[in-house]
């Protein structure tokens, strides 16, 4: 059994992190679970009722490493997370950053600049907490248990063989179509949702029957967690595809985010 543990990790405490765990037992990649926030992975379900909407919290590595080897039921053998992590004190854009930007920057997948203060104190304790536990951060070659940075925008680039990044974030819809009415909008951003569901139920079972679509009439919050359920899959998947030798490192030894180099199913 090979298990990965996908975070997408907010930059900061007030904003939710979603979280999923897949696993291989010999037959392929499938989905356990997934989640809109650390507090939705962790908590025990049939005591505490459902999250209506979700709230921020600092990773708490030990919790989220226990909780995940326990619904596997086997050890985890990598975490990938979206957040930029580095073995020195981040201070502005880093080797990697800048080798994403280079390869992917013509596709409008550049990075977001990384600074002491975003995302600071969450982007060290991640790191420390996770190497604690016996994950230290990945920049070069993977052994054993690791911990690897990855990050949604190229990976879905090379899921879908696409030209440019996916237009599948909630928030930019009137970017993505300012000639199009609200309603087509929404229409537009729950098709390229589906068809990124689609992709990567290709490669994972069971990602369609966890992520279902949210109502066409929902809220701006459960977009939201529907949104970090999803990047937290694509998190994992970029995992696996670490773990399966289909991923390549952009950056150096302090620092690198891994992105799938994976040929289109046929």
């Not at 459960?222 to 998947?237: F, G, I, Q, T």
Request: include cysteine.
């Amino acid at each position: 059994m090979r298990v990965v543990l996908g975070i997408d990790a907010a930059w900061t405490e007030r904003e939710p992190s979603g979280v999923a765990v897949i696993a291989d037992d010999g037959s392929g990649w499938r989905l356990l679970e997934v989640a809109a926030s650390y507090a939705e992975f962790l908590r025990d379900r049939t005591v505490l009722p459902q999250i209506l909407r979700h709230r921020g919290s600092m990773p708490d590595a030990s919790a989220l490493i226990s909780a995940a080897a326990a619904k596997a039921g086997a050890g985890i053998d990598l975490v990938a997370v979206d957040i930029p992590l580095a073995t020195v004190p981040i201070a502005g854009r880093r080797t990697s950053d800048n080798l994403i930007s280079s390869v992917y920057g013509a596709r409008h997948a550049s990075t977001h600049t990384p600074s002491s203060s975003r995302p600071g104190k969450i982007s060290d304790e991640l790191r420390e907490g996770f190497e604690r536990v016996g994950y230290p951060l990945a920049t070069t070659e993977l052994s054993e248990r690791h911990l690897i940075e990855v990050y949604p925008h190229p990976a879905l680039i090379e899921l879908a063989t696409a030209e440019r990044r996916l237009p599948y974030k909630a928030s930019k819809i009137r970017k993505y179509w300012p000639d199009d009415k609200p309603g087509m909008r929404r229409q537009n951003l729950f098709e390229v949702w589906t068809g990124i569901v689609t992709l990567l139920d290709a490669r994972i079972r069971g990602v369609a029957a966890l992520l279902t679509s949210p109502s066409f009439d929902a809220a701006g919050h459960e977009m939201k967690a529907y949104e970090d359920r999803l990047d937290a899959v694509v998190c994992a998947w970029v995992g696996a595809c670490a773990l399966d030798n289909r991923a390549r490192a952009y950056g150096d030894e302090t620092s690198a985010i891994w992105v799938p180099t994976v040929a289109p199913l046929s």
